[in-house]
Protein backbone atom coordinates (compact mmCIF):
# COMPACT_ATOMS: atom_id res chain seq x y z
CA UNK A 1 0.00 0.00 0.00
CA UNK A 2 1.35 3.74 -1.19
CA UNK A 3 2.11 5.80 2.12
CA UNK A 4 3.19 9.37 1.38
CA UNK A 5 4.99 11.20 4.01
CA UNK A 6 6.11 14.80 4.25
CA UNK A 7 8.82 15.71 6.58
CA UNK A 8 8.83 18.42 8.68
CA UNK A 9 5.11 18.32 9.84
CA UNK A 10 5.79 22.45 10.64
CA UNK A 11 8.02 25.13 9.81
CA UNK A 12 8.79 28.46 10.53
CA UNK A 13 11.14 30.80 9.15
CA UNK A 14 11.98 34.19 8.79
CA UNK A 15 11.01 36.01 5.35
CA UNK A 16 13.40 36.48 2.66
CA UNK A 17 14.53 32.88 3.28
CA UNK A 18 15.31 29.83 0.34
CA UNK A 19 13.56 26.85 2.05
CA UNK A 20 12.92 22.97 1.45
CA UNK A 21 9.82 21.11 2.25
CA UNK A 22 10.20 17.18 1.56
CA UNK A 23 7.86 14.41 0.17
CA UNK A 24 8.76 10.76 0.21
CA UNK A 25 6.63 7.70 -1.15
CA UNK A 26 6.90 3.87 -0.63
CA UNK A 27 5.79 3.00 -4.37
CA UNK A 28 6.99 4.45 -7.32
CA UNK A 29 4.83 2.83 -9.37
CA UNK A 30 3.00 6.29 -10.25
CA UNK A 31 2.15 8.20 -12.92
CA UNK A 32 2.93 11.82 -11.50
CA UNK A 33 3.40 13.81 -8.45
CA UNK A 34 1.30 16.58 -7.23
CA UNK A 35 2.25 19.53 -5.09
CA UNK A 36 -0.83 21.49 -3.61
CA UNK A 37 -1.27 24.36 -1.61
CA UNK A 38 -4.04 25.18 1.09
CA UNK A 39 -4.90 28.26 3.30
CA UNK A 40 -7.05 27.35 6.51
CA UNK A 41 -10.52 26.36 5.93
CA UNK A 42 -10.28 26.22 2.03
CA UNK A 43 -9.55 23.81 -0.53
CA UNK A 44 -6.32 22.77 -2.19
CA UNK A 45 -4.81 24.90 -4.85
CA UNK A 46 -2.71 22.94 -7.89
CA UNK A 47 1.16 24.35 -7.43
CA UNK A 48 3.07 21.62 -10.17
CA UNK A 49 2.54 18.83 -11.31
CA UNK A 50 5.55 16.53 -12.16
CA UNK A 51 4.77 13.50 -14.53
CA UNK A 52 7.63 10.45 -13.18
CA UNK A 53 9.70 10.64 -16.15
CA UNK A 54 10.12 14.31 -15.24
CA UNK A 55 13.03 15.35 -12.82
CA UNK A 56 11.71 19.06 -12.42
CA UNK A 57 9.46 21.42 -12.69
CA UNK A 58 9.39 25.24 -11.94
CA UNK A 59 6.82 28.12 -11.72
CA UNK A 60 7.76 31.30 -10.70
CA UNK A 61 9.81 31.21 -6.83
CA UNK A 62 8.69 27.53 -6.85
CA UNK A 63 10.61 24.48 -8.12
CA UNK A 64 10.27 21.12 -7.28
CA UNK A 65 12.10 17.60 -7.93
CA UNK A 66 11.48 14.76 -8.13
CA UNK A 67 13.59 11.10 -8.55
CA UNK A 68 11.27 8.29 -8.31
CA UNK A 69 13.46 6.06 -7.69
CA UNK A 70 14.23 6.73 -4.37
CA UNK A 71 10.73 7.76 -3.68
CA UNK A 72 11.19 11.25 -3.03
CA UNK A 73 10.33 14.70 -4.23
CA UNK A 74 11.03 18.25 -2.92
CA UNK A 75 9.53 21.61 -3.15
CA UNK A 76 11.49 24.49 -3.57
CA UNK A 77 10.55 27.85 -2.63
CA UNK A 78 13.12 30.83 -3.10
CA UNK A 79 12.51 34.43 -1.65
CA UNK A 80 9.76 33.65 1.07
CA UNK A 81 7.53 36.10 1.65
CA UNK A 82 4.26 36.92 4.70
CA UNK A 83 1.87 35.72 1.52
CA UNK A 84 3.30 31.54 1.31
CA UNK A 85 2.04 31.01 4.64
CA UNK A 86 -0.08 27.86 3.69
CA UNK A 87 -0.43 24.13 4.46
CA UNK A 88 1.76 22.22 1.62
CA UNK A 89 0.47 19.16 0.30
CA UNK A 90 2.20 16.66 -2.22
CA UNK A 91 0.23 13.36 -3.74
CA UNK A 92 1.23 10.86 -5.86
CA UNK A 93 -1.00 9.32 -8.51
CA UNK A 94 -0.61 5.77 -8.53
CA UNK A 95 -0.66 3.53 -11.75
CA UNK A 96 -2.87 0.55 -9.80
CA UNK A 97 -6.01 1.84 -8.32
CA UNK A 98 -8.08 3.90 -10.23
CA UNK A 99 -5.43 6.08 -10.97
CA UNK A 100 -6.63 8.00 -7.17
CA UNK A 101 -4.83 10.58 -5.46
CA UNK A 102 -2.52 9.65 -2.12
CA UNK A 103 -1.70 12.42 -0.29
CA UNK A 104 1.05 13.19 2.63
CA UNK A 105 0.01 14.82 5.45
CA UNK A 106 1.28 18.12 4.65
CA UNK A 107 3.97 20.69 6.04
CA UNK A 108 2.40 24.16 8.04
CA UNK A 109 4.62 26.35 6.83
CA UNK A 110 4.91 29.95 8.49
CA UNK A 111 6.88 32.61 7.44
CA UNK A 112 7.41 35.28 9.57
CA UNK A 113 7.96 38.96 8.49
CA UNK B 1 -9.30 28.51 -15.72
CA UNK B 2 -10.63 25.07 -14.50
CA UNK B 3 -13.29 25.57 -11.86
CA UNK B 4 -14.39 23.09 -9.48
CA UNK B 5 -17.49 24.45 -7.31
CA UNK B 6 -18.90 22.81 -4.26
CA UNK B 7 -22.24 23.83 -3.46
CA UNK B 8 -21.75 25.10 -0.07
CA UNK B 9 -18.77 26.37 1.70
CA UNK B 10 -20.43 25.34 5.31
CA UNK B 11 -23.30 23.22 6.81
CA UNK B 12 -24.87 22.51 9.63
CA UNK B 13 -26.81 18.93 9.88
CA UNK B 14 -28.48 17.03 12.36
CA UNK B 15 -27.92 13.09 13.34
CA UNK B 16 -29.93 11.00 11.11
CA UNK B 17 -30.77 13.32 8.18
CA UNK B 18 -29.91 12.59 4.88
CA UNK B 19 -27.21 14.89 3.34
CA UNK B 20 -26.00 16.10 -0.14
CA UNK B 21 -22.86 17.68 -1.28
CA UNK B 22 -22.74 18.82 -4.73
CA UNK B 23 -20.24 19.18 -6.93
CA UNK B 24 -19.87 20.63 -10.32
CA UNK B 25 -16.92 20.87 -12.56
CA UNK B 26 -16.56 23.45 -15.76
CA UNK B 27 -13.86 21.27 -18.19
CA UNK B 28 -15.63 18.25 -19.11
CA UNK B 29 -13.27 16.02 -17.17
CA UNK B 30 -13.67 12.46 -17.06
CA UNK B 31 -12.71 11.38 -13.09
CA UNK B 32 -14.32 13.41 -10.46
CA UNK B 33 -13.22 12.04 -6.96
CA UNK B 34 -14.93 12.85 -3.30
CA UNK B 35 -12.23 13.27 -0.15
CA UNK B 36 -12.74 14.22 3.51
CA UNK B 37 -9.97 15.76 5.67
CA UNK B 38 -9.50 15.46 9.07
CA UNK B 39 -6.94 16.57 11.65
CA UNK B 40 -4.59 14.11 11.91
CA UNK B 41 -5.42 11.61 8.98
CA UNK B 42 -5.30 13.90 6.12
CA UNK B 43 -7.26 13.13 2.65
CA UNK B 44 -8.52 9.75 2.28
CA UNK B 45 -10.77 8.93 -0.93
CA UNK B 46 -14.11 8.15 -0.12
CA UNK B 47 -15.70 7.64 -3.47
CA UNK B 48 -14.31 8.27 -7.29
CA UNK B 49 -16.24 8.18 -10.66
CA UNK B 50 -14.38 7.85 -14.33
CA UNK B 51 -17.68 8.40 -16.32
CA UNK B 52 -21.29 9.03 -15.79
CA UNK B 53 -23.30 6.59 -14.00
CA UNK B 54 -19.92 4.78 -12.71
CA UNK B 55 -18.64 4.77 -9.67
CA UNK B 56 -15.88 2.91 -7.57
CA UNK B 57 -15.31 2.64 -3.93
CA UNK B 58 -12.37 4.40 -2.37
CA UNK B 59 -10.66 3.70 1.08
CA UNK B 60 -13.34 4.94 3.50
CA UNK B 61 -17.01 4.38 1.28
CA UNK B 62 -18.95 3.26 4.59
CA UNK B 63 -21.67 5.37 5.35
CA UNK B 64 -21.75 7.08 2.19
CA UNK B 65 -23.40 6.92 -1.43
CA UNK B 66 -22.55 8.85 -4.69
CA UNK B 67 -24.57 9.80 -8.24
CA UNK B 68 -23.21 10.87 -11.19
CA UNK B 69 -26.10 11.44 -13.44
CA UNK B 70 -24.18 14.30 -15.15
CA UNK B 71 -20.82 13.99 -16.69
CA UNK B 72 -20.36 17.76 -15.08
CA UNK B 73 -21.83 16.66 -11.29
CA UNK B 74 -20.56 14.19 -8.69
CA UNK B 75 -23.08 14.33 -5.61
CA UNK B 76 -21.82 12.81 -2.34
CA UNK B 77 -25.02 11.10 -0.19
CA UNK B 78 -24.70 10.36 3.56
CA UNK B 79 -27.81 8.49 4.13
CA UNK B 80 -27.98 8.86 7.91
CA UNK B 81 -25.84 11.64 8.94
CA UNK B 82 -23.81 11.27 12.14
CA UNK B 83 -21.28 12.99 14.48
CA UNK B 84 -18.52 10.86 13.27
CA UNK B 85 -18.93 12.22 9.57
CA UNK B 86 -18.41 15.33 10.85
CA UNK B 87 -15.48 16.79 8.58
CA UNK B 88 -13.78 18.81 5.52
CA UNK B 89 -15.30 17.35 2.35
CA UNK B 90 -13.40 17.97 -1.19
CA UNK B 91 -14.04 17.27 -4.48
CA UNK B 92 -11.63 17.15 -7.11
CA UNK B 93 -11.45 16.14 -11.01
CA UNK B 94 -9.23 15.44 -14.22
CA UNK B 95 -8.93 14.39 -17.31
CA UNK B 96 -9.33 10.54 -17.61
CA UNK B 97 -5.81 9.17 -17.28
CA UNK B 98 -3.01 9.42 -14.47
CA UNK B 99 -1.07 11.61 -16.28
CA UNK B 100 -3.13 14.83 -15.57
CA UNK B 101 -3.56 17.19 -13.16
CA UNK B 102 -6.20 17.04 -10.76
CA UNK B 103 -8.16 20.16 -9.60
CA UNK B 104 -9.68 20.96 -6.51
CA UNK B 105 -13.23 22.80 -5.09
CA UNK B 106 -13.29 25.22 -2.46
CA UNK B 107 -14.37 22.61 0.17
CA UNK B 108 -17.44 21.66 2.09
CA UNK B 109 -16.86 21.66 5.99
CA UNK B 110 -20.02 19.70 7.49
CA UNK B 111 -20.51 19.78 11.27
CA UNK B 112 -23.32 17.40 12.05
CA UNK B 113 -25.09 17.64 15.62
Known amino acids: KQEVTQIPAALSVPEGENLVLNCSFTDSAIYNLQWFRQDPGKGLTSLLL?????REQTSGRLNASLDKSSGRSTLYIAASQPGDSATYLCAVRQLQGAQKLVFGQGTRLTINP | DVKVTQSSRYLVKRTGEKVFLECVQDMDHENMFWYRQDPGLGLRLIYFSYDVKMKEKGDIPEGYSVSREKKERFSLILESASTNQTSMYLC????????????FGQGTRLTVV
Open chain 1, 50 to 54: IQSSQ
Open chain 2, 92 to 103: ASSLWGGYTEAF
